[in-house]
Nanobody, 123 residues
Framework: VQLQASGGGLAQAGGSLRLSCAAS????????LAWFRQAPGKEREFVAS????????QYAESVWGRFIISRDNAKNTVYLRMSSLKPEDTAVYYC?????????????????WGKGTQVTVSS
């Protein structure tokens, strides 16, 4: 599975951005999707995950209530709607997939990583 993220950019604090990630390749199997992020000088961290059916979602505490993850299996695409952005949300955001139906939040459960997309939030 290949993952291609888009939608990153510059936003002001309090603003919004929407990230998209399109999956291609062996997309006939079921897989959970997730977003991770890595800020400069920090380790990669979990942001949000969604199950294969979209029924279950999981969020990091730092983004709870501000970010919404969703997916469209017909388009093999996952989205991350980010609202009330804060400067501490500045990071490279990575789309990820795991060959499981349930949500995932650990890096070691990820089978496929996409290239990151930069999100910068100015104060």
């Amino acid at each position: 599975v290949q993952l291609q993220a888009s939608g990153g950019g510059l936003a002001q604090a309090g603003g919004s951005l929407r990230l998209s990630c399109a999956a291609s390749g062996r997309t006939t199997s079921t897989y959970a999707l997730a977003w991770f992020r890595q800020a400069p000088g920090k380790e990669r961290e979990f942001v949000a995950s969604i199950s294969w059916t979209g029924t279950n979602t999981q969020y990091a505490e730092s983004v709870w209530g501000r970010f919404i993850i969703s997916r469209d299996n017909a388009k093999n695409t996952v989205y991350l709607r980010m609202s009330s952005l804060k400067p501490e949300d500045t990071a490279v955001y990575y789309c990820a997939a795991s060959e499981t139906e349930t949500v995932v939040h650990n890096s070691y459960d990820i089978d496929y990583w996409g290239k990151g997309t930069q999100v910068t939030v100015s104060s």
